[in-house]
C-alpha cells in the first residue's frame, strides 16, 4: 500500500503558487468512484472518465512540450547552424545564446513537465488496475495499450534526456558553483549595518559559546558509548528558539561539525532543492526565520526558487549561508566514520529525491555517512528505493528481464523490475516512513498509534518495494507496560525511530535509555537541552 494518493496531493500542495499549472488526473476522484461503485463495476462510465483523463493529460503534455521547443527554436532561429537541428544540438546552441538565467528557468519548466506526465501515467495505470481488482469485468487489455502509446507515455524518454542534456551544459557554463564548492562564506551584500559590540560584550559571549561546548562534551563523555550512538542531534547541536549567540545555527555546517566532534554519531538535518538543483539544507520553504535581513525579497522567496549564486548573499543570523549537503558530507567524511546524517525529505519533493540519488551515485565516498533517508511521503520514499537501487547498486538485469523503457532518472511505472528489494544492504542507507501519533492537521500525513501498529506492514512493503523501519511520533504511551510491548514487538521487525515536539516530549536521557534499552529503539531525536541528564546517574 503506496499511497500515492497521498503523494499526489503532496505534489499539488507544493505546485500551488507556481507560474504555470498542468492538468493532474484527478486520481482521488476516480478512485472513489471505482469504490462506490464497486458492487456494480461500472466498466462502461469509469472507461469514459479514464478515457477522458488520458485525453487530457495528452493534450496537456502537447500543449506544454510544443511551447517550451517553440521557444527553443525560436531563440536560436538566427543561428545558421541552427536549422534542421537535433534536439541535443537544439539545446546545445541555445543555452549559450539566452544565458543561464533563462536556461535555468527552462530546465525547471521542463522538470515540471516531467513531473506531471510521470504522475499521470502512474495515476492512469494504478486506476485501471483498482478497477480490475474490483471484478469481474477486466479493462487492462483495452485501456493500458492506450495509456502505453499515450504522447506522454512515449514523450517522456526524449524529455528525459533534455534534462539531462541541459544539466550537462549548465554545469559546464556555471564556472560561478566551482569556486563554493565547500565552506561557508560570509558574503552578506544586503545586511545592514549593526551597532558594533563592545569588547567586553565580545568577550562574554565568546566564552558563553565555549562553556556550551564544554558542557556538550561533558555531557556525552557521560552517556555509554553503546547508547550515545542511537542519540539524533536533531538538525545538529543548535538552539530550538533560533539564537545564535550560544550554539551554532540550526542546519549549518557548524552545528554538525560541533556535534560530530564533540562525540555525537548521528545529526538530523532537512534538504531543499535550489532552482539550480543544488541541495541545500533547510528546513522551512524560505530563510525568513534564519536570515539576517528578514525583509530582504531574497529572504522571503521559496528555496526552490532561488538559484546557489543568491543562497550565496543571503547572509544568515550566524554570519554566513546556508550549507549544501555536499559541505556537510565532505566534513563528515574527513571527520570519520562515525559521522553520519539522517536526512529528511519534504513530502511533494520528487525533484529533492531524485537529486539526491544522483549525488550519492556520483559521490560513493559520502554513502557510508548517510545512515538513513526518511520522509512522510510514503509513495516517495518507494521511488527512491528504486532510484537509490539504480545509482547505487548498478547491478544489471539478469538475462531475460524487461529492459528498462526511460533510461536513468525515470522510475519504474509500466514493467514489473527484477530488483532485489530485500532490507538495505550495507551500501544502502536505511530508508524510513516518517508518522505522525494524532489524526494530522495535515491530511497527507500518515498516523498509528502505540495502540496498534498494524498498518505499518502494508505501508512498508509493497509487491516490487519495501521500506526497512518507520520513524514514529513519541506517545507517553510508550513508557508503559502495553505501550512499551507493541513497541517493542515493532522493533524486532522493523528498524525504529523515535521523534518529539519540542517543548511537549520528554528529551531527556531517560526517556531515551528506556526506549533504546527496554524497546529497542535505533534512534532518538533530541535537541540535547542543558537538562538532559538530569536526574539521572548517566
Known amino acids: 500500500m503506496v499511497k500515492f494518493g497521498r503523494h499526489l496531493q503532496f505534489f499539488l500542495e507544493n505546485e500551488e503558487g507556481t507560474e504555470c ?26 472507461e469514459i472518465e479514464w478515457k477522458n483523463s488520458l485525453k487530457k493529460a495528452s493534450d496537456d503534455f502537447s500543449e506544454s512540450t510544443t511551447s517550451c521547443w517553440s521557444s527553443i527554436f525560436e531563440a536560436i532561429q538566427n543561428i545558421p547552424n541552427a536549422r534542421g537541428a537535433t534536439l541535443e544540438s537544439a539545446l546545445r546552441f541555445f543555452t549559450p545564446t539566452v544565458g543561464i538565467s533563462e536556461s535555468r528557468d527552462l530546465l525547471v519548466f521542463l522538470k515540471r513537465i516531467y513531473n506531471t506526465a510521470a504522475l499521470n501515467s502512474e495515476a492512469l495505470r494504478k ?13 487492462s487489455a483495452i485501456l493500458l495499450p492506450e495509456l502505453y502509446t499515450s504522447n506522454f507515455s512515449i514523450g517522456v524518454q526524449s ?18 558553483h566551482s569556486d563554493y564548492t565547500t565552506g561557508e562564506h560570509n558574503i552578506g551584500k544586503h545586511t545592514k549595518p549593526r551597532r558594533k559590540m563592545s569588547y567586553d560584550n565580545e568577550e562574554t559571549t565568546i566564552g558563553r559559546r565555549a562553556n556550551e561546548m564544554i558542557w556538550l562534551r561533558d555531557t556525552i563523555r557521560q552517556i555509554p558509548e553503546q547508547e550515545i550512538k542511537h542519540a539524533v542531534a536533531h538538525r545538529g547541536f543548535h538552539n530550538p528558539k533560533g539564537r545564535s549567540d550560544l550554539r551554532p545555527l540550526e542546519n549549518s555546517l557548524a552545528a554538525f561539525e560541533a556535534a560530530w566532534t564533540n562525540g555525537m554519531h548521528l545529526c538530523e538535518c532537512d534538504v531543499a532543492l535550489t532552482k539550480d538543483e543544488k541541495l541545500v539544507l533547510a528546513h522551512d520553504s524560505d530563510f525568513s526565520r534564519l536570515s539576517l535581513d528578514p525583509a530582504s525579497e531574497t529572504s522571503n522567496t521559496k528555496v526552490s526558487n532561488l538559484t546557489f549564486k543568491e543562497l550565496i548573499a543571503l547572509t544568515l543570523k550566524n554570519g554566513v549561508r546556508a ?21 529528511e525529505i519534504k513530502p511533494g519533493e520528487n525533484q529533492a529525491s531524485t537529486a539526491l540519488a544522483r549525488l550519492l551515485g556520483s559521490h560513493p565516498e559520502y554513502v557510508q555517512h548517510v545512515a538513513v533517508i526518511m520522509s512522510f511521503d510514503l509513495w516517495a520514499m518507494h521511488k527512491l528505493r528504486h532510484g537509490l537501487e539504480r545509482n547505487l547498486l548498478a547491478e544489471p538485469s539478469p538475462m531475460g528481464s524487461p529492459p528498462r523503457l526511460f533510461g536513468n532518472s525515470m522510475d519504474k511505472q509500466f514493467l514489473e523490475t527484477s530488483v532485489d528489494t530485500s532490507p538495505s544492504s550495507p551500501t544502502m542507507p536505511k530508508l524510513m516512513l516518517l508518522t505522525v501519533a494524532q489524526p494530522p492537521i495535515d491530511h497527507n500525513e500518515l498516523w498509528v498509534d502505540c495502540n496498534d501498529y498494524g498498518p505499518i ?22 513508557l508503559e507496560q502495553d505501550g512499551a510491548a507493541e513497541l517493542k514487538a515493532l522493533c524486532k521487525k522493523y528498524t525504529v525511530g523515535v521523534w518529539g515536539v519540542a517543548n511537549t516530549d520528554p528529551d531527556d536521557y531517560e526517556t531515551m535509555h528506556y526506549l533504546v534499552n527496554e524497546c529497542g529503539v535505533s534512534y532518538f531525536n533530541t535537541d540535547m537541552p542543558r537538562n538532559f541528564l538530569k536526574g539521572t546517574k548517566a
Open 323 to 343: 550549507p549544501l549537503l555536499l559541505d556537510v558530507l565532505h566534513s563528515a567524511n574527513a571527520i570519520g566514520l562515525d559521522a553520519q546524517l539522517i536526512i
Open 21 to 46: 499549472s498542468h492538468y493532474i488526473v484527478p486520481y482521488n476522484e476516480l478512485r472513489d468512484d471505482i469504490y462506490a461503485n464497486a458492487s456494480s463495476n461500472d466498466s462502461e462510465s469509469f
Open 457 to 478: 506492514d502494508g505501508w512498508l512493503n509493497t509487491d516490487d518495494s519495501c521500506l526497512d523501519g518507520v520513524y514514529v511520533q513519541y506517545e507517553p504511551e510508550m
Open 159 to 176: 524529455l528525459d534526456a533534455s534534462i539531462n542534456i541541459l544539466r550537462e551544459l549548465l554545469d559546464d557554463l556555471d564556472e560561478f
Open 127 to 139: 486506476l485501471v488496475k483498482k478497477f480490475d481488482k474490483q471484478g469481474p469485468a477486466s479493462l
